[in-house]
């Protein structure tokens, strides 16, 4: 045999092996043969690039199917929900602020306890500076660590104290006695009996979290001390409350933040009781001269409807902060949290259905320049400057109660049945036990939870009624909280986070990071362009049981062996294909006649499938392509003239290994238009038949 022979045959066989091995090192996303055969003359002619080049193109870009167009995400397309972008915190270099921010999103994340309801971050940074604020000259929330010499200590040796007892991971009771009661952070505590969020019984049963403190371990009770165990207190409260209302069934996914934030801010401020009175109100008030049961009745309400009226006020900040609420005038003019019974009476003030009662205008007259610098931070457009215009302002909407339900209603309710029902006679002042007055709500809807009807039979009217202060609390759980956790952020280094311009801290989500929120949150969601006010249960349920996926440790591998294995919701899963992926969410959400499928299994399947057109696709249906050699699935979440938005395992080399959230181009292949469909490269879309027929259960599956 030539040489040039020789040589001819032996570049032939290494060919037909690299082709033959191709085929098995490619995943189950499409056979790399096809994809050359498809995209190199494309590329080679209207790139005019080499060989080599184009090989390298479609290697990088598209070997796993689909090019990966998360790092092209533009900031503005990311930052349109009201989500926390927590993943910032990660970028922080280790110090107080890091430690803190991370425990808080290990609590909101149920990885402190097990109580069934865990209060979200925002809240957590709301609430806390509304209660304690901030270390002197600072934005920093507060703790036991002490602050010397313009910072706080942490991690460093301390008065006999070991550096890693300086921690708020490590900083507990043993620590407290190693320093000298007189040597830690008291001022929010001068007889140290309260907490970074106040006294709530913080050392009592079912409050030990499951980290442990320097010297803590094998304690029965909460040390009131341990931020770990004060955020597993918060939780416990949180759940107690909620059950205390009657709202354990309801799907925490399906509320806002500012739900979350609000509802745990008024049960950890007035108690479940108080919650109540002030919901349906009845005033509140500490002197226990009657029990709201006497007036109020919530298990008359199914919990839809006990869902709708605690929205109620939530809503109030939810709609001040996305359509009035600009962030650099309000911010700028709001110094402290203790300002946010001003904030909460000047909102009201202009929002119709809310009414101030004239002890609580007063009390902004008090205050005059006070409150005048915060109307001209809360209404930028409609700027006050004479103590005068703020009396004409605050005069609109102080009413007696009667009169407000004229307004709203247009119906006249005696005296005797707004004493009856209400248990005011004029404007909440005489039932209030403050001297700061009552912010109330009058909704034009009948309420069944009320024990007394009006005279004529008639069932009465829904009304709120909160005391200023506690109103200021909530609403500053609401629409502060995300504001504090930017400061944290920039004061913790992040110069690149501006605590005003809310682009720069949520739901960011530049180079392809995955927003991470709490578990069973939709405020992911608003990120990726998924309008969730349209969003049903199951798919709301479905949705969140895929994006919590995402959040494990799950690597892509064609392993069927693990993965039949890793079925069962219980497991979390090491390893898993795309259509591994797709089977298992949906399974686990709770259809569970999906068993572990393959790609073409359920392009195939139309007992529990049907094929859509691409203008009916929405958020949780499915798009999928295939070849006689391989394909690909994937979850539809939204789309853009340019993007589709998808949540899939895949693995590309450098930008994902595993399951993901992301952003593919739509020039990569075309829509099919067959109802067939047909194995023919192009996108089809696909739909659960049982989703939103309520046949099956559905929830949010959560993987540790």
């Given at each position: ?17 690299f082709?033959y ?6 995943n189950?996303d ?6 050359m055969?498809?995209k190199?003359h ?12 184009a ?8 070997s ?16 349109t929900g ?7 915190m ?11 921010l991370?425990?808080?999103?290990a ?8 109580k069934g309801?865990h ?5 957590l940074?709301?609430?806390q ?8 000259s ?8 002490p602050?010397?010499?313009g910072?706080?200590v942490?991690?460093?040796a301390?008065?006999g104290?070991a550096a ?11 620590v ?21 969020f106040?006294?709530?019984g913080?050392?009592?049963d079912?409050a030990v979290?499951?980290m442990?403190?320097?010297g803590n371990?094998g ?8 931020l770990?165990?004060?955020?597993t ?9 909620l ?7 309801f799907?925490?996914?399906s509320?806002s ?7 745990y801010?008024?049960?950890?401020g ?5 919650f ?6 009845n ?12 007036y ?12 709708k ?5 939530p ?6 902060k ?26 009201a003030a202009?929002?119709?259905g809310?009414?101030?009662s ?5 009390y902004c007259l ?6 005048i610098r915060?109307?001209?931070a ?10 005068e ?8 909407s ?5 009169d407000?339900?004229?307004e ?14 209400y248990?005011?006679?004029?404007d ?7 001297h ?13 939870a009320?024990t007394?009807?009006y005279?004529d ?18 609403i ?12 944290m952020?920039y004061?913790?280094?992040m ?7 809310p682009?720069?801290?949520?739901n960011g989500?530049?180079n ?17 362009g ?17 994006y919590?996926m ?7 591998a ?20 795309c ?11 709770g259809?569970t ?13 139309r007992v529990n ?17 295939l070849?006689?050699?391989?394909g ?8 853009s ?7 899939d395992?895949n693995?590309?080399s ?8 992301r ?21 089809y879309f ?18 540790n």
């Amino acid at each position: 045999m030539k040489p040039k022979h020789f040589i001819f045959l032996v570049v032939l066989v290494f060919g037909v092996m690299f082709l033959y091995i191709a085929k098995f090192i490619i995943n189950d996303d499409y056979y790399m043969i096809n994809l050359m055969r498809q995209k190199y003359h494309v590329i080679s002619t209207e790139k005019k690039v080499s060989k080599r080049t184009a090989y390298d193109t479609i290697k990088s870009s598209d070997s796993t199917s689909i090019t990966d167009d998360s790092s092209n995400l533009q900031h503005s397309d990311a930052t349109t929900g009201t989500g926390l972008n927590l993943l910032l915190m990660d970028s922080l270099t280790e110090g107080y602020v890091k430690e803190m921010l991370t425990l808080f999103r290990a609590s909101s994340n149920g990885e402190l306890d097990d109580k069934g309801f865990h209060v979200p971050v925002g809240a957590l940074c709301g609430i806390q500076s509304c209660e304690t604020g901030w270390y002197s000259s600072t934005h920093l929330l507060k703790s036991y660590l002490p602050y010397a010499n313009g910072k706080v200590v942490w991690n460093e040796a301390y008065l006999g104290a070991a550096a890693s007892d300086m921690t708020l991971s490590k900083f507990d009771n043993t620590v407290v006695n190693k320093l000298g009661i007189n040597a830690i952070n008291n001022s929010f505590d001068s007889n140290y009996t309260t907490t970074v969020f106040q006294y709530d019984g913080w050392t009592g049963d079912n409050a030990v979290s499951k980290m442990n403190g320097s010297g803590n371990s094998g304690r029965s009770k909460g040390d009131h001390y341990y931020l770990p165990d004060v955020l597993t207190a918060n939780n416990r409260m949180y759940s107690d409350g909620l059950k205390a209302i009657h709202l354990t069934d309801f799907d925490s996914s399906s509320v806002s933040d500012g739900f979350s934030a609000t509802t745990y801010s008024l049960i950890h401020g007035r108690g479940a009781g108080g919650f109540i009175q002030t919901t349906f109100g009845n005033g509140y008030t500490y002197k226990g001269e009657w029990s709201y049961s006497d007036y109020i009745d919530i298990s008359q309400l199914t919990s839809e409807e006990l869902l709708k009226f605690y929205s109620y006020y939530p809503e109030l900040g939810d709609n001040y902060k996305s359509n009035h609420m600009n962030n650099s005038e309000f911010f700028a003019g709001f110094k402290a949290g203790s300002e946010m019974r001003y904030v909460v009476s000047c909102i009201a003030a202009k929002t119709d259905g809310w009414y101030l009662s004239s002890s609580a205008k007063d009390y902004c007259l008090d205050s005059a320049s006070t409150c005048i610098r915060i109307w001209n931070a809360v209404w930028p457009d409609d700027k006050i400057e004479t103590s005068e215009e703020l009396a004409n302002k605050l005069d609109s909407s102080t009413k007696s109660l009667k009169d407000a339900i004229k307004e709203v209603t247009g119906k006249t309710i005696s005296d005797t049945d707004i004493s009856s029902v209400y248990r005011t006679n004029s404007d909440y002042d005489d039932i209030m036990p403050y001297h700061w007055g009552a912010i109330f709500h009058v909704v034009n809807e009948h309420c069944d939870a009320y024990t007394h009807k009006y005279s004529d039979g008639s069932v009465p009217f829904f009304v709120q009624s909160f005391d200023t202060v506690m109103c200021g609390e909530a609403i500053g759980a609401n629409i502060v909280g995300d504001y504090v956790y930017a400061y944290m952020l920039y004061e913790g280094g992040m110069g690149n986070v501006d605590p005003t311009n809310p682009d720069t801290y949520l739901n960011g989500l530049s180079n392809g990071s995955t927003f991470v929120p709490q578990r069973s949150d939709i405020s992911w969601m608003s990120a990726w362009g998924v309008d969730t006010t349209s969003l049903t249960k199951d798919r709301t349920n479905l949705l969140n049981t895929a994006y919590n996926m995402c959040q494990t440790d799950a690597t892509y591998a064609q392993d069927s062996t693990t993965m039949n294995k890793e079925f069962d919701k219980k497991i979390t899963p090491t390893v898993i294909d795309c259509s591994g992926f797709v089977s298992k969410v949906i399974n686990n959400t709770g259809f569970t006649f999906q068993k572990r499928s393959t790609v073409t299994g359920i392009f195939y399947d139309r007992v529990n499938y049907e094929v859509i057109d691409h203008s009916e696709i929405k958020p949780g249906d499915i798009m999928a392509y295939l070849y006689p050699d391989g394909g690909h699935i994937m979850f539809w979440i939204g789309e853009s003239a340019e993007y589709y938005s998808v949540i899939d395992s895949n693995s590309i080399s450098g930008k994902q290994n595993g399951p993901k959230i992301r952003r593919v181009s739509k020039t990569f292949r075309d829509v099919g238009t067959d109802k067939g469909p047909k194995e023919d490269g192009k996108i089809y879309f696909f739909r659960i038949k049982a989703l939103d027929t309520n046949k099956y259960t559905t929830h949010a599956q959560n993987y540790n």
